[in-house]
């Protein structure tokens, strides 16, 4: 098992920035894919980004493309996303999940475990 803790998410004003947070513990490997998600109230769960296990590849929606970056430390066995010039839109709930193998599926049904989530809300 794989456990999965976000933290970083709070309340920012638009066009502001927060990082975010994923420590994972348990059965880790530094050769697992890290995906960030994000669900708004009354939405379905959305992929935002992931990361290849040696952050060599990345990978973003078009949506936080160039606002968003992700990056991770397999020393700490942390994830990162970095938000900036965040808009109200961006309010969700964020999470962190892990899977093995591409990262190029971004359905969120192949990634096998998830943190809890961060609540992220962007005023205008």
């Known amino acids: 098992q794989v456990q999965l803790v976000e933290s970083g998410g709070g309340l920012v004003q638009a066009g502001g920035s927060l990082r975010l947070s994923c420590a994972a513990s348990?059965?880790?490997?530094?050769?697992?894919?890290m995906g960030w998600f994000r669900q708004a109230p009354g939405k379905a769960r959305y992929f935002v980004a992931a990361i290849s296990w040696n952050g060599i590849s990345t990978l973003y929606a078009d949506s936080v493309k160039g606002r968003f970056t992700i990056s991770r430390d397999n020393a700490r066995n942390t994830v990162y996303l970095q938000m900036n010039s965040l808009k109200p839109e961006d309010t969700a709930v964020y999470y962190c999940?892990?899977?093995?193998?591409?990262?190029?599926?971004?359905?969120?049904?192949?990634?096998?475990?998830w943190g809890q989530g961060t609540q992220v809300t962007v005023s205008s």
């Open positions: 348990g059965r880790t490997s530094s050769s697992t894919t």
């Open positions: 999940a892990a899977r093995s193998g591409s990262i190029y599926n971004t359905a969120p049904a192949t990634y096998s475990y």
